[in-house]
């Protein structure tokens, strides 16, 4: 059996399904994946925990056939925190470089980030995330890494991500009545662009559009860091309820008939196609054009690409991110998604899953899965860094130093 500190879990509880996803170091450093679980989920409404009960139940599924599968025991687990809770800003710090020399140390950046913290937030709210973006030396803009350089004046500028504090209550709570220790928790979208986004996107300018159930997360990367973070309360499960009252079926009918026929794209489809309901459900009865399907999808997926653009326009990067939209969640792998997005936010757009990895990829290559996997893949790095280059070892731990601060 493999040592403990070399399994890596990603718990993704979400508003559709739970899913862990396991991972394990290889004699070469390399990640492995080799454990995936997923249950489906009964007590999050929205991104949030509302049943604690059956939570935990579907919690304690998720991670007992990922256990089977990877043939041992999991006891902790890095799990998102999801809903439209979560929001962001910038904070800028100001200090003067400690030194007589006037050469900024890395004690200097610590401080700086510190200075930027000192911020009013709403008394039922924490900070998740306190994450250094970027730095200016005696006024010198842009400055990624400012230890080393010469000058009186250091400025810093972290990304603050808060939650709520009840919903941070009810997913502890459910994690560890479950049985399962919780080594970290991410914000969901930061946590779906770990496993979606590469360097060169996020140096760019991204967003990730995490499109679940009935949340969409929202991430915008900038200069590698991010920038901007945000959960819409809206996902593919409005597209079912949209098909049921569109068609008067049931909900279980109207998601067979997306999973089966929809497609994004109405101008695609022939008005010959049709949907004979009572292939679905023998219960149902009536045939529909195909079409009709596609219109319903389509305008759902235009007001949730709307509220998107709405979004970056708050940041003033409404088509204006070079590395383009990436879309992920289950909700991207809807046929032609990605043309109704480039429409409406005037972004190349791709459907990002996970990739690169070891393993049992063939399963955890879907978007349904970049939560999970991007938890996982945190957690990796994480222990990597400790052991890692000393440059980027001291980048990371400098994050999680001031975030685990928030993190009791
Ligand atoms: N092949 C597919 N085609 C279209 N839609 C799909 C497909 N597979 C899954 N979906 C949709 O994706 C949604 C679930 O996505 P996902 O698994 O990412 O949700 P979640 O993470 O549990 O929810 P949330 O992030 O909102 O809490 C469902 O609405 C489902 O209908
Ligand atoms: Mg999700």
Do not use: W
């Not at 140096?203 to 499109?211: A, F, K, S, T």
């Not at 901007?228 to 008067?248: F, K």
């Not at 279980?252 to 004979?276: C, I, M, P, Q, W």
């Amino acid at each position: 059996m493999a040592a403990k500190e070399e399994i890596f879990v990603g718990l993704d509880i979400g508003s559709f399904k739970i899913t862990s996803v396991v991972g394990r170091v290889d004699e070469e450093g390399v990640l492995d994946v080799i454990g995936l679980g997923t249950s489906f989920s009964t007590g999050v409404r929205k991104g949030l925990v509302n049943e604690i009960e059956e939570t935990v139940s579907g919690i304690s599924e998720s991670m007992e056939i990922a256990e089977r599968m990877a043939g041992i025991q999991l006891d902790s687990a890095t799990i998102n925190i999801n809903g439209s809770h979560i929001s962001s800003f910038n904070s800028k710090g100001v200090v003067a470089v400690g030194k007589a020399n006037q050469e900024v140390t890395l004690e200097d950046t610590f401080r700086v980030d510190e200075a930027a913290q000192a911020i009013q937030i709403p008394t039922n709210k924490e900070i998740l995330h306190i994450i250094p973006r970027i730095y200016s030396v005696d006024g010198q803009e842009g400055v990624k890494d400012p230890v080393g350089m010469t000058g009186v004046r250091l400025e810093g500028e972290v990304q603050i991500v808060t939650v709520a504090q009840p919903a941070v209550k009810n997913l502890k709570k459910s994690v560890s009545q479950a049985g399962v220790a919780i080594d970290d928790i991410i914000a969901g979208p930061l946590a779906a662009s770990k496993a979606v986004a590469s360097k060169r996107e996020k140096e760019l300018g991204c967003v990730i559009v995490d499109i679940g159930a009935s949340t969409t997360g929202i991430i915008v990367y900038e200069e590698e860091k991010p920038l901007y973070v945000s959960v819409l309360p809206i996902g593919a499960m409005h597209i079912t309820n949209d098909i049921a009252i569109g068609l008067r079926t049931s909900i279980d009918v109207a998601e067979k008939v997306k999973l089966k026929y929809g497609t994004s794209l109405a101008k695609s489809v022939a008005e010959k196609e049709k949907v004979d309901l009572s292939e679905i459900d023998i219960n149902e009865e009536g045939v529909i054009p195909r079409k009709h399907v596609a219109e319903i999808i389509e305008a759902r997926l235009g007001e949730l690409f709307s509220l998107v653009k709405g979004e970056l326009r708050k940041i003033n990067r409404d088509g204006q991110l070079p590395g383009g939209a990436i879309l992920t969640g289950g909700g991207a792998k809807l046929e032609d998604i990605d043309s109704v997005a480039k429409s409406i936010l005037k972004l190349p757009c791709v459907i990002g899953k996970p990739h690169n990895l070891k393993g049992i990829v063939d399963k955890v290559y879907d978007p349904r899965y970049s939560t999970a996997v991007g938890l996982m893949l945190y957690q990796f790095e994480e222990s990597e860094s400790k052991g890692g280059s000393k440059q980027v070892g001291v980048a990371i731990d400098r994050i999680k130093n001031v975030f685990k601060t928030f993190l009791p």
